[in-house]
């Protein structure tokens, strides 16, 4: 039964590189279907049209890249039909971000961009807030830790889908130097298609085209037995971790990549976890200050 009188309908928008957001998608839209509301996702990928119709209630949410979102979510935000209904008020909208590193300084700001963008396009953001789920750069989320942030997701997007059928915003208010780190963050998107055009291919590749199927921005072409890479990279990792025989490697800033691959299928299979997982001890010091709050504090 629909508890909320507010929204009969949503949409989960989602951008994802290697699976994490796309699995928070839908466990976010399985959230609201429980709550009695039809919801439905669409993924921002290159080739993929936008879907017709408006619904009640948008929801958007995406993979932190840079403390700041991937470029499909501006450009998507660009074609989105003036929200402003007959009377001008503007459409709800609910902005999820999905980080590694958590609500810590610099992620404090990632929802920013988004949030005002969608303001000129007519649309009001009536919650907005960070999930986490395993990091798929730099460095690894710890397995306990990786297994424990998808435990607790289905708790952590009910929550957030009880509040806003409920009607309570919330709104985070980050100060000015996480809006210039966030903002920093927009010179990754240069870089990104940098990094793309000097992607290596090695003699191991065989030419199975998987990466060019899978990349979301279609910025992979095969031409004949080698993958090609084009200008339009988002620096999402997907290639390199999907390609089977590790035939990718980076021209330069290696160190974005985790070592020892990152495959969100395997942290799946390893659930349920088979003990009490200790995150104050897993999850020490201030890198993973933000998983911590994560996990062991229920969001405000
Ligand atoms: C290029 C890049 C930049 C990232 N930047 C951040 C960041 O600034 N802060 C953070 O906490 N996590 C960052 N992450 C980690 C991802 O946001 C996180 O692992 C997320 O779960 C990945 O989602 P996906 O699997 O849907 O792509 C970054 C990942 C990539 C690939």
């Given amino acids: 039964m629909n508890q909320s009188p507010l929204y009969r309908s949503a949409r989960v928008v989602y951008f994802s590189g290697t699976g994490c957001t796309a699995l928070v998608a839908r466990v ?25 119709g408006s619904p009640d209630l948008l929801v958007v949410v995406y993979a932190v890249h840079a403390c700041n979102a991937p470029e499909p979510v501006y450009e998507w935000i660009g074609r989105l039909p003036d929200g402003r ?14 980080s590694g590193g958590g609500e810590v ?56 889908v009880a509040r806003v059928l409920a009607g309570r915003e919330r709104h985070s208010r980050p100060g000015w130097i996480d809006r210039l780190t966030s903002a920093c963050g927009e010179a990754e998107k240069i870089g ?63 160190f974005i990549l985790v070592p020892s691959g990152f495959n969100l299928k395997d942290i799946e299979s390893s659930l349920p976890w088979p003990e009490a997982v200790d995150v104050e001890r897993e999850a020490a010091g201030w890198v993973w200050s933000g998983v911590r709050k994560y996990l062991l504090e229920t969001p405000d």
């Avoid at 609201?32 to 080739?47: D, Q, T, Y």
């Avoid at 209904?85 to 999905?98: E, H, T």
């Avoid at 191991?204 to 910025?219: D, Y």
């Avoid at 089977?244 to 490697?249: D, E, F, G, K, R």
């Fill in 28 to 52: 976010l839209r399985e959230a609201f279907v429980r709550h009695g509301v039809e919801a439905a996702s669409h993924e921002l990928r290159a080739g993929v049209p936008d879907p017709e």
């Fill in 85 to 98: 209904r007959a009377d001008g008020s503007p459409s709800p909208v609910v902005v999820l971000s999905n």
């Fill in 105 to 160: 300084w610099p992620n404090l700001a990632c929802r920013v961009g988004v949030i005002s963008r969608l303001a000129k396009r007519g649309y009001r953001t009536v919650h907005d807030q960070m999930l986490v789920m395993p990091s798929n750069w730099i460095v690894a989320s710890k397995p306990p830790l990786a297994a424990r942030l998808l435990e607790i997701l289905p708790e952590r997007c009910d929550q957030v």
């Fill in 192 to 254: 990104a298609h940098e990094f793309g055009k000097r992607i290596r291919v090695s003699a191991a590749c065989n030419a199975c085209g998987l990466c060019a199927r899978q990349c979301p921005a279609a910025n992979i072409t095969m031409n004949g037995s080698r993958p090609v890479f084009g200008k339009k990279c988002l620096l999402c990792l997907k290639c390199f971790y999907a390609c089977p025989t590790q035939a990718l490697s980076p021209g330069f800033a290696k």
